[in-house]
């Protein structure tokens, strides 16, 4: 079975910390891919990032990072020095590169950033 | 500008109603999918669609059809059949892989309806 958790439901911190937000991921498939989505209180879903399978390098984006590591199956985002419009519900997301073009989604993480 | 949007932004409905959400994408990607989002819960899959006239069930089609007459659209209705049918639905985008797209598979979101059932 292929499944998304993301056990914290909620994190709040104060602006200008660090945090960072779990992914751990469950397939049987050796080629996948790995997203990352944000939702603002507006409710679209805003793509953040994407990372295959095959490319274990961490990646950085200004105040955003991402640590993907396959050894133990986790995909963790970290902001640095968050602000207060960082806050928003955050989703990590699976796909198969198969023919299904399916996205299968965590519970997501709700982070407020606190001024 | 490209992208998708859906309509109404909020609908309100009677119970024992059929409603249809509408989905519309000038990104001319092949692949178009229907999501619900319950409070604190992630997405599911209602219907995905691959190509015109052809579409698949997701992991809650129940009380669900779609259409897909039309590259750009793809409306979903919510039948009276579905028991529970108050929540966020949105709907999604994607570009074919056979296209070489460097994206593949990666999904682009309209703003959402919220569905009230009264």
């Known amino acids: 079975a292929q499944k998304v958790t993301q056990a914290q439901t909620e994190i709040s911190v104060v602006e200008k910390e660090d945090v960072t937000l779990d992914c751990v991921y469950e397939?049987?498939?050796?080629?996948?891919?790995l997203f990352w989505y944000k939702q603002p209180p507006s409710g679209e879903l805003v793509f953040l990032i994407r990372?295959?399978?095959?490319?274990?390098q961490n990646e950085i984006s200004g105040r955003y990072s991402w640590n993907f590591q396959k050894s133990t199956s986790s995909f963790n985002f970290t902001i640095t020095a968050s602000q207060v419009v960082d806050s928003a519900v955050y989703f990590c997301?699976?796909?198969?590169?198969?023919?299904?073009?399916?996205?299968?989604f965590g519970s997501g993480t709700r982070l407020l950033v606190r001024p | 500008d490209g992208g998708i949007t859906q309509s109404p932004k909020y609908l309100f409905r009677k119970e024992g109603q059929n409603v249809t959400l509408s989905c519309e994408q000038n990104?001319?990607?092949?692949?178009m999918y229907w999501y619900r989002q319950d409070p604190g819960q992630g997405l599911r899959l209602i219907y995905y669609?691959?190509?015109?006239?052809?579409?698949q069930k997701g992991d809650i089609a129940e009380g669900y059809s779609v259409s897909r007459e039309k590259k750009e659209s793809f409306p979903l209705t919510v039948t009276s059949a579905q028991k529970n049918p108050t929540a966020f639905y949105l709907c999604?985008?994607?570009?074919?892989?056979?296209?070489?797209?460097?994206?593949?598979?990666?999904?682009?979101f309209g703003p959402g309806t919220r569905l009230t059932v009264l």
């Open positions: 999604a985008s994607s570009p074919s892989p056979s296209g070489g797209h460097p994206f593949y598979n990666e999904q682009f």
């Open positions: 397939t049987r498939d050796t080629t996948y891919y």
């Open positions: 990372r295959n399978s095959f490319d274990e």
């Open positions: 997301a699976l796909s198969p590169m198969d023919s299904s073009y399916k996205l299968i």
């Open positions: 990104l001319n990607h092949d692949a």
């Open positions: 669609s691959q190509i015109v006239n052809d579409f």
